[in-house]
Every structure is written in structure tokens, then in C-alpha cells.
């Protein structure tokens, strides 16, 4: 434990938003809370940590709510992202994911297994700084580190394919 009262190996992670912040970010948006959005935001609210695509969301949320179509689920995942609800994340080998994080943070994406994992920046990198030290006007970014997971590693390691 640190003096912040976390272990060393907690302080990168991110805290996601929950259930309510991502509800009153639809209100302040103006945006109706239907049933077919609480179910796709309760999909994010609970696996929103995989960065899911919009097949793996749909496929969840029909399970709270089995009205809900595949269109439905992408106009509405569409519409979270040009509202800056969400990210969506676009790859040139993979569909593209969800991500629900808002806070700046790197994108661990393991090219084996397509697991993407959060890692947060530390307080150190500031980029008020960047913007700063350099009179560029940032307007949006995305930090990912491409590689393997310790899971793939270990696989590869005990000669195991998937
Ligand atoms: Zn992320």
C-alpha cells in the first residue's frame, strides 16, 4: 500500500463509469431512456471491460430486453458515440469495439486474442502540458500498445493454440 491507499498494482486501473453517470450523461444530452438502451447500457455497465463489439452487446442485451434488434443496437451505439457517450474503437484486422471509459488511458490490444485492456495514464503525463509546451490545439487522440496478453504469452509458451 502507498499513501494513497492502493497497491502497486491497482493504481492503473481505470474506473469505469457507472450505471447512473452513463444514464445522466444520456439525460444531459437530451437522449430518451428507453428499455432498449438501458439493457445495451447495462451490457456496458457490466462487461464494458472487454471493449465489446456490437454483435457480442446485442447478443447480451437481448437477454434483458428480447425485443431488441441488431439494427436497433447499432443505431443506438451510432448514436452513443457521435454523443461522446461512447468510443468507438475502429481496427484494420478486427470489428470494430466499444469503449465506455472516458477517462484518457492506453488500450493494451493483444493481436492474438483481440483482448484489449485499460491501462490509466499516471498523473505524470498531462496533456494540458503537451498542449501547452507545444500551441497544439488537441482535439482528440487514442493511445494503444499493440502485443500480446500475459495469457497468450503463457499459450505460446506451453505450446498452445487457439
Ligand atoms: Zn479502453
Given at each position: 500500500?502507498n499513501?494513497?491507499?492502493?497497491?502497486k498494482?491497482?493504481?492503473?486501473?481505470?474506473?469505469?463509469?457507472?450505471?447512473e453517470?452513463i444514464?445522466?450523461?444520456l439525460?444531459?444530452?437530451g437522449l430518451k431512456?428507453?428499455?432498449?438502451r438501458?439493457?445495451?447500457?447495462?451490457v456496458?455497465v457490466?462487461?464494458?471491460?472487454?471493449?465489446?463489439t456490437a454483435?457480442f452487446?446485442h447478443e447480451?442485451?437481448?437477454?434483458?430486453?428480447n425485443?431488441l434488434?441488431l439494427?436497433?443496437?447499432?443505431?443506438?451505439l451510432?448514436?452513443?458515440s457521435?454523443?461522446?457517450?461512447?468510443?468507438?474503437?475502429?481496427?484494420?484486422r478486427m470489428e470494430?469495439?466499444?469503449?465506455r471509459?472516458?477517462?484518457?488511458?492506453?488500450?493494451l490490444?493483444?493481436?492474438?486474442?483481440?483482448?484489449i485492456?485499460?491501462y490509466?495514464?499516471?498523473?505524470?503525463?498531462?496533456?494540458n502540458e503537451?498542449?501547452?509546451?507545444?500551441?497544439?490545439l488537441i482535439?482528440?487522440?487514442r493511445l494503444?500498445?499493440?502485443?500480446y496478453?500475459?495469457?497468450c504469452?503463457?499459450?505460446k509458451?506451453?505450446?498452445?493454440?487457439?
Open positions: 500500500m499513501c494513497y491507499g492502493v497497491t498494482l491497482e493504481w492503473f486501473r481505470v474506473m469505469p463509469p457507472t450505471r453517470t444514464i445522466q450523461h439525460k444531459d444530452k431512456i428507453t428499455p432498449q438501458l439493457a445495451i447500457i447495462d456496458l457490466e462487461k464494458g471491460d472487454l471493449h465489446p454483435s452487446i447480451e442485451a437481448k437477454k434483458k430486453d425485443k434488434s439494427s436497433t443496437t447499432y443505431a443506438t451510432n448514436e452513443f457521435r454523443r461522446g457517450i461512447l468510443r468507438m474503437l475502429q481496427f484494420d470494430n469495439r466499444f469503449e471509459n472516458p477517462e484518457e488511458h492506453i488500450n490490444i493483444c493481436e492474438r486474442c483481440g483482448k485492456i485499460d490509466k495514464l499516471p498523473a505524470a503525463f498531462n496533456q503537451v498542449a501547452d509546451n507545444t500551441g497544439f482535439t482528440d487522440s494503444e500498445y499493440y502485443g496478453c500475459g495469457s504469452i503463457h499459450d509458451r506451453h505450446g498452445r493454440h487457439s
